[in-house]
């Protein structure tokens, strides 16, 4: 395929016929669970600085501002109205208040609902007890205390404490996690962590990013059980693109603990993540930054990865015999039923006031 052609040209010509095509089934509204927003002052340090620590792992671009998300939202959705679950970069090249800050910003524009990067002891309780009830954070998304993929050997109570978790509990947060460990949830240190907290502190409502980190069969396989009878634990499916692991984890917890999310900038990248061996690898097509388990060709036809994922979602479906009203719920209502239990739907509806007076993008 030529790279001669444009971005435009590529997005209606090549793009977007297939988008009409084979995304015709998703629901006239689509909430993207698990994107990031940040700007180039928001790090303390450039993580992908070719001197720093875990330079190397899923390198993006510096500066992703909100009117990118909503652009990409925009582009990707173009026949449906997008929202997403968006919060700062969760580690330690990030400094941590800009980067909070920022988020609670962007959630004053339509259709955006913050996450509060935060961990074990990173605030005092009680401060961080009066940003959650007197802002409109709609929960955690768990700092990743550790740099690119040298997965951390820590445990999850190493991640988040019990007065964040007790916080959660009251208020119904969403505790978003991106599980330590390279066994991912199939790590039985791992499982523990997950099953201790879901059940101590049943009212957090636990989402478990990209599916626990399962992005093979032969992971998923091992871990789904542990969530079969843990009501208030979701799975969100940024980067997950196996339609056998998805079909899985709707055999085993059903549809409506499985919500739609792409990991955006990440999955606004044309490719496909895949399996060679036992390790994942984003196949994509030329002009990415380089970054470990990345493979660039421009020997293929690609699409953007966020409908890779849609569509593993619908195969996975279909495989696990979920119908079609159960299939569109995992793109939008799913998640707005969790969001709307946050504070007794507070700041659900404090933002939705808030939307109505927002400034515009364009
Ligand atoms: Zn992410």
Redesign the pocket.
Known sequence: MSTLITENERYHEIDLPFYRRELAFLPPHVLDF???TWRAIDWKINPWNQKADGANYMVTDPDYPLETLRDDGHRMFPDQAYHAVCFGN?TPSADLDRTNAYTLEASLRPGLFPLLVTGRGTLPTDRLRQKIEQENWLGYKVFLNWYGDNYAAIDIPTMLGPEEMELANEHHLVVLL?VPRSGRLNDPVVKEGVRTYAKAYPHAQIVL??CGRCYLPDEMKGAIACLADLPNVYMDT?MVMDPQVLEMVFRTLGSERVLFAT?FP?AAMRGRRVYLMDHWVDVVLPGYPPSAYRVASDDMHATFMAWEIALAIRRGAEMAGIDEAALKGVFFQNGMNVLNRVRKGQPVKALQSAWKTAPKFE
């Open positions: 698990h994107t990031h969760p991106h990013a990209h940024s990991d990440v």
